[in-house]
């Protein structure tokens, strides 16, 4: 472990600004890294595909993580520090920096997947993570990212999810045209709380492939998304509500449309 003293350090310039800088790459200046944070997430992550950069923390978080001969510069810091550092007070005290993965092929994705979550216009970054989360939780064999879907490796993302952003298979495919052909071998269903959908209750889960699809909260799907969809199917609500978050949403029916044991 390598002390560092001085917030302006170089060696720490992948954890500074994390308030004020954007890290994703689809903004100008974005760099694009993967940002952890606290033990169980930066433990993930180095258990994970993408490839560690550095680990920045106090000393007895970064001696938590039991890290022997890592390969990639630990370095520590006083709380102080790493509040002035990344811009915020990190209650988690520790954190590491990756490079991304390359996203795998959709279609070689989708070869041995029988439960597939695909997410349409959800650009919440919290929502993201807690989708991920949930589909880890919940046995998603891999996720899409439909149109207009947002970066679920930004650090929010990351933090919500508790790092499992980091093991669910995902790729990115922007237009329903190419989601209708990869997605021809499932049953897809869009969670959608209105007429004329039916009582999720209905669906046998006992069907080989499943794909969920769900919209941002709002709007919902759009009509391609409804279009390309065998069925869609509703969550139940009580008198004056009419939807769930998304998140928790798409858990109930994950969780109903799990292959039988």
């Known amino acids: 472990m390598?002390?560092?003293?001085?917030?302006?350090?170089?060696?720490?310039?992948?954890?500074?600004?994390?308030?004020?800088?954007?890290?994703?790459?689809?903004?100008?200046?974005?760099?694009?890294?993967?940002?952890?944070?606290?033990?169980?997430?930066?433990?993930?992550?180095?258990?994970?595909?993408?490839?560690?950069?550095?680990?920045?923390?106090?000393?007895?978080?970064?001696?938590?993580l039991d890290l022997a001969d890592p390969g990639f510069p630990v370095y520590t810091a006083s709380a102080d520090v790493m509040a002035e550092t990344v811009g915020f007070h990190?209650?988690?005290?520790?954190?590491?920096?990756?490079?991304?993965?390359?996203?795998?092929?959709?279609?070689?994705?989708?070869?041995?997947?029988?439960?597939?979550?695909?997410?349409?216009?959800?650009?919440?970054?919290?929502?993201?993570?807690?989708?991920?989360?949930?589909a880890a939780g919940l046995g998603v064999d891999a996720v899409l990212l439909g149109p207009r879907c947002a970066?679920?490796?930004?650090?929010?993302?990351?933090?919500?999810?508790?790092?499992?952003?980091?093991?669910?298979?995902?790729?990115?495919?922007?237009?329903?045209?190419?989601?209708?052909?990869?997605?021809?071998?499932?049953?897809?269903l869009a969670l959608a709380p209105h007429p004329p959908s039916v009582d999720l209750a209905t669906v046998d889960p006992a069907a080989e492939r499943l794909a969920l699809v769900v919209g941002a909260e709002g709007p919902g799907l759009t009509g391609e998304a409804l279009a390309a969809a065998d069925a869609r199917v509703r969550i139940p609500m009580a008198g004056g509500v009419d939807s769930l978050n998304v998140a928790t949403a798409a858990a109930i029916a994950i969780h109903h449309l799990r292959p039988p044991a």
Request: glycine share 6%; proline share 10%.
């Open 151 to 188: 970066d679920p490796l930004y650090r929010r993302s990351v933090r919500v999810s508790m790092g499992h952003v980091l093991r669910v298979p995902f790729a990115t495919v922007p237009s329903w045209d190419r989601l209708a052909a990869l997605l021809a071998a499932f049953t897809v």
């Open 2 to 64: 390598e002390a560092v003293t001085d917030p302006a350090d170089p060696r720490i310039a992948d954890f500074r600004d994390l308030t004020h800088v954007d890290r994703r790459p689809d903004r100008p200046g974005g760099r694009g890294l993967v940002i952890a944070e606290g033990v169980p997430v930066v433990r993930r992550l180095l258990a994970s595909p993408y490839p560690p950069r550095a680990v920045l923390g106090v000393p007895a978080r970064v001696r938590a």
């Open 90 to 134: 990190l209650n988690r005290g520790v954190l590491a920096s990756a490079d991304r993965a390359p996203e795998p092929d959709p279609a070689a994705l989708l070869e041995r997947a029988g439960r597939v979550l695909v997410l349409e216009g959800v650009n919440d970054h919290e929502n993201l993570g807690a989708l991920f989360r949930n």
